[in-house]
C-alpha cells in the first residue's frame, strides 16, 4: 500500500461511506457526523487517509480531534478504517497525527476523550492507544408500572397537585436545578459554567427536542431555604423532560434527575416516586451514567427484577 494523508475535502464523506459501509455501533454512525473541513470557529482538525493504486487515490480512513463547548476539559477524537486496511498502522498513524494537532489547539486543551462499546474494533483500539474508561453509561428502559404510585399526604388530589407540577420547559427555575444537576453528575468530566440560557438552548429549548417537563416538589412546610415561600410552593426535588412522546409499544426518552443538594436518600426517594408517575402507563428510556447514584439506586433493582431493561449496547467513555 501507498498511504498518503490530507484534509478533509468536499465529497470524502461519500467516498468513505462507500468503503465503510454501515456503522458497526451507534456511537461511530454519530461520530461520523463530527468528520468535516477543519476551521477554527470551532475549533477542528480533520485528516483523511488514501491508499494510492495505479495513480489513484482512494479515500480509506479519516481521524478528527474537535473541541467541545460542553465539557471543554477534553477534547473529541474519532478515527475509521476500511475494514481491509486494518492492522496496518493508518490508525495509530491518524491518532498520532491528530495529536500533534490537538498540541496547537488555542484552548491550550490537549487530552482527548472518545465513547466505545465494550468488544467492539473501536474499544480495542482506544486501548491500544492508551485511552481508559472515565465514565460507564447505558440507556435503560423502564417498563409500565414497574413501581409502585406514591401516595402524597392524605392522598387527596389536592394534596397530589402541590408536589406534582406540569412546568414549562422555558422556566428559569427548572433550568437552574437541570444546570447544577447535570454539573454535579459529571464532576468526571467537568462541564464548564452552565448559565440559564445555555441549559435552556442544551437541554429545553425546541431545538433540544424537548417538549415538556414534570416536576416533583417537596412539601410546602419544607421548601429548604428555596427563597419561596412556604405557602406558595416547595423547591423541586426532582425532574423529568420529555424529548419523545412515548407509547405503549415505544417508550418515551426522558431525562430524569433531582436537587442535587439533596441528601442521598431524599434524592432517591424522589427520584423513585417521579419515576414511578412518568412510567406508570407505558415505559420509558432514561440514560444512566454510573455517576447518577441516585438513579442508579432506583433503576438497577428493577432490572434485577425484570421490570427495567437495557436498551442497546452499553458505553464507555474513554480518555488520555
Partial sequence: MAIQYRGWREGDDLAL???????????????????????????????????????????????????????????????????DHRRSG????????????????PSGVTRLRCKVEPGTTGAAFAEAAGLTPIQHTRLVVVEPAALKLPV???????????????????????????????????????????????????????????????????????????GVPASRKGKIQAF?????????????????????ELDAEEAQAAVRDLLALIAYQYPVLMEVDDSMTAVRAVVEPLMEAGKARRQGSETFVVSD
Fill in 152 to 226: 402524597f399526604g392524605d392522598g387527596s388530589e389536592e394534596a397530589a397537585s402541590e408536589r406534582i407540577q406540569d412546568l414549562a420547559t422555558g422556566s428559569v427555575e427548572l433550568s437552574d436545578v437541570v444546570g447544577r444537576y447535570y454539573s454535579s453528575v459529571h464532576g468526571w468530566d467537568s462541564p464548564g459554567e452552565l448559565g440559564i440560557g445555555t441549559v435552556q438552548r442544551l437541554f429545553l429549548d425546541e431545538l433540544s427536542g424537548a417538549h415538556g417537563a414534570i416536576v416533583l416538589r417537596a412539601p410546602k412546610a419544607s421548601a429548604f431555604g428555596s
Fill in 17 to 83: 461511506l462507500e468503503v465503510w459501509g454501515d456503522p458497526e455501533t451507534d456511537q461511530a454512525g454519530q461520530f461520523r457526523g463530527t468528520l468535516a473541513p477543519s476551521g477554527n470557529a470551532p475549533w477542528r482538525r480533520c485528516i483523511v487517509a488514501e491508499d494510492v493504486v495505479d495513480g489513484v487515490a482512494i479515500p480509506v480512513a479519516a481521524g478528527v480531534v474537535h473541541e467541545a463547548s460542553l465539557h471543554p476539559e477534553r477534547l473529541w477524537v474519532y478515527v475509521e478504517v476500511a475494514r
Fill in 240 to 260: 423529568a423532560i420529555s424529548y419523545a412522546q412515548g407509547n405503549s409499544e415505544h417508550p418515551s426518552d426522558v431525562f430524569v434527575g433531582h436537587e442535587p
Fill in 90 to 105: 493508518i490508525g495509530s498513524t491518524l491518532l498520532m497525527m491528530l495529536r500533534r494537532e490537538a498540541e496547537g489547539s
